[in-house]
């Protein structure tokens, strides 16, 4: 209880005093990107539970002869980068907070297509509400592995507390700042999760 409440009064503070760069972001996205101005997704939340998150966009909607969407690296582009180093991107998923789709601080939501993949104590990460920022993002973020990731992910679900919390805020502001780890090595975004590491990505 004191979590959610603890994160609704930090979305709507946030949501209040940056929405005029929610506005300017979105006017930005709209003149470089065109429409949707909205990345929506629907991702696994508590429990596995499917909900729709929402993002900035960071990509053209580019696609090959055969209508496949283009690699991330070629719909990618510097102002998307731009809007990713400095998590920018995210700023939409207050609403999920406010919600209660999110947290302001759990592990990422992933992909649906991932849930069969895990591992029982992979899954482990699903015991708590996905969010904004986690304690993989300020421990290597993009630049990990999976298996290092997944390692992280289910450490928070197990010593989750409020001073962690604040904690894990303070350094994700830290490496928004540093602009460290936005991509993994080699890739674009973040590899694709196979069940092993390897492969290719998404938004």
């Known amino acids: 209880m004191i979590k959610r409440l603890l994160d609704i009064i930090i979305a709507l503070t946030a949501l209040l005093l940056l929405s005029p760069i929610y506005l300017l972001v979105a006017?930005?996205?709209?003149?470089?990107?065109?429409?949707?101005?909205?990345?929506?997704?629907?991702?696994?939340?508590?429990?596995?539970?499917?909900?729709?998150?929402?993002?900035?966009?960071?990509?053209?909607?580019?696609?090959?002869?055969?209508?496949?969407?283009?690699?991330?690296?070629?719909?990618?582009?510097?102002?998307?980068?731009?809007?990713?180093?400095?998590?920018?991107?995210?700023?939409?998923?207050?609403?999920?907070?406010?919600?209660?789709?999110?947290?302001?601080?759990?592990?990422?939501?992933?992909?649906?297509?991932?849930?069969?993949?895990?591992?029982?104590?992979?899954?482990?990460?699903?015991?708590?509400?996905?969010?904004?920022?986690?304690?993989?993002?300020?421990?290597g973020r993009n630049a990990i592995g999976w298996d290092e990731k997944f390692k992280l992910d289910t450490w928070y679900v197990e010593n989750q507390s409020t001073w962690l919390d604040f904690k894990i805020m303070f350094k994700t502001v830290h490496k928004v700042l540093s602009k460290d780890d936005i991509s993994a090595e080699g890739e674009a975004t973040m590899s694709k999760f196979t069940g092993s590491a390897k492969s290719n990505s998404n938004e």
């Open 27 to 139: 006017y930005k996205v709209k003149k470089n990107l065109g429409s949707p101005v909205l990345f929506r997704q629907v991702r696994p939340g508590l429990h596995g539970k499917p909900f729709e998150m929402i993002k900035f966009r960071t990509m053209r909607d580019a696609v090959d002869a055969q209508g496949n969407p283009l690699p991330d690296s070629e719909r990618l582009t510097p102002f998307g980068q731009m809007l990713r180093a400095t998590s920018l991107d995210e700023m939409p998923e207050l609403w999920n907070v406010i919600k209660g789709d999110m947290s302001v601080v759990g592990p990422r939501p992933l992909l649906m297509e991932y849930l069969p993949l895990y591992s029982p104590e992979q899954a482990k990460r699903h015991n708590v509400r996905p969010g904004m920022t986690g304690y993989a993002q300020v421990n």
